[in-house]
């Protein structure tokens, strides 16, 4: 029986819910290995890792950063042209990372729910669909990248 009207829900069991490939299976009722070729085949692992790289993951290790150099402003007797550079770069790559991820992040979102709505209206257009999924969102991250 094909069970491929399943991928996206596992998918987002996957990605979003973080949950195991024996925890997929026994949920929807699939054998292990039929979710590990699904994960390995729409590329599972990268889209989650891009999911979980949030803005405020890298926010906080920019404001971070950002706060040792402000501390040490403070403990000096002016600012040093280099500090200086240091904190604009920073301010400029925390106001640019919301755009950028804003752009991904909505990306994935409206994908997974295509995927969906081809899954419930046309199967085959979603299989794929799917196929080409993971090189559209690499597109995506270098298209996006940086600005």
């Given amino acids: 029986m094909?069970?491929?009207?399943?991928i996206p829900q596992a998918e987002k069991m996957f990605i979003r819910e973080h949950r195991t490939?024996?925890?997929i299976a026994e949920a929807l009722g699939l054998h292990p290995s039929t979710v590990s070729r699904w994960k390995?085949?729409?590329k599972w692992d990268e889209r989650r890792r891009d999911l979980q790289a949030s803005v405020q993951t890298i926010s906080e290790k920019l404001m971070h950063l950002l706060a040792k150099d402000v501390e040490k402003l403070e403990n000096a007797d002016g600012l040093d042209p280099a500090t200086w550079d240091k904190i604009n770069k920073a301010v400029k790559s925390i106001k640019s990372l919301d755009k950028e991820v804003d752009i991904l992040g909505n990306t994935i979102i409206v994908?997974?729910?295509l995927i969906t709505y081809l899954g419930m209206k046309h199967?085959?257009?979603q299989r794929q669909f799917q196929e080409v999924l993971p090189d559209f969102l690499i597109y995506m991250r270098e298209t996006f990248k940086g600005q």
């Fill in 40 to 42: 390995d085949a729409y």
């Fill in 123 to 125: 199967g085959a257009l």
């Fill in 21 to 23: 490939g024996q925890e």
């Fill in 2 to 6: 094909d069970k491929s009207h399943l």
């Fill in 111 to 113: 994908m997974e729910h």
